[in-house]
């Protein structure tokens, strides 16, 4: 009887020790990778165009690499008149001072980042990576790194915004 219940005791002990092994190990990758749902935001006629879809790239040739350009120089503001702002998509929602609605996607060879950026902040949208490819996000209050991952390539969009306005960088190491 004894040498049974230091079987079932051993048993318990190992699964247990697994199961909470295996949870840790899920958790630490997980931990990183969950997003703020996307905001619907309103298209307006001027701003809708057709996207049309691109042949997926073969194992042996890649797109060129976008480049970064840098920002445009800071210009003194002129007083013009304002238009009335477009309709709230959620009239629950409360607008955030600090974004202007611009959203932009930023396609590499890894995948598609794309960010709401305003005028002294940045969100992060979505993010997908590409296939074959894995993908990491780091935010902090004046930047927002996404990297994407396939054996040793990596690409990297790199948006700050912490001395102006956002910008983005993209890297590819």
Do not use: N
Request: aromatic share 8%; with cysteine.
């Amino acid at each position: 009887m004894r040498r049974g219940l230091v079987h079932v005791l051993a048993w318990t002990l190992a699964t247990g020790a697994a199961a909470t092994l295996s949870w840790w190990g899920v958790h630490t990758v997980m931990a990183g990778t969950a997003y703020d749902p996307p905001r619907a935001l309103p298209i307006t006629a001027a701003d809708a165009t057709t996207q049309e879809s691109k042949p997926l790239a073969s194992a042996t040739s890649r797109p060129p690499t976008p480049t970064y350009s840098p920002p445009p120089p800071a210009r003194t503001p002129v007083a013009t008149p304002s238009r009335p702002a477009p309709p709230s998509p959620t009239p629950t929602a409360a607008p955030t001072p600090s974004t202007s609605g611009e959203v932009k996607s930023y396609d590499t060879d890894g995948g598609r980042a794309v960010f709401d950026l305003g005028t002294a902040s940045a969100t992060l949208v979505s993010a997908t990576p590409g296939s074959g490819w894995s993908m990491q996000v780091w935010k902090t209050e004046s930047w927002i790194r996404v990297e994407f991952t396939a054996g040793a390539d990596r690409v990297s969009v790199f948006c700050t915004w912490h001395d102006g306005p956002p910008r983005v960088e993209i890297g590819t190491y």
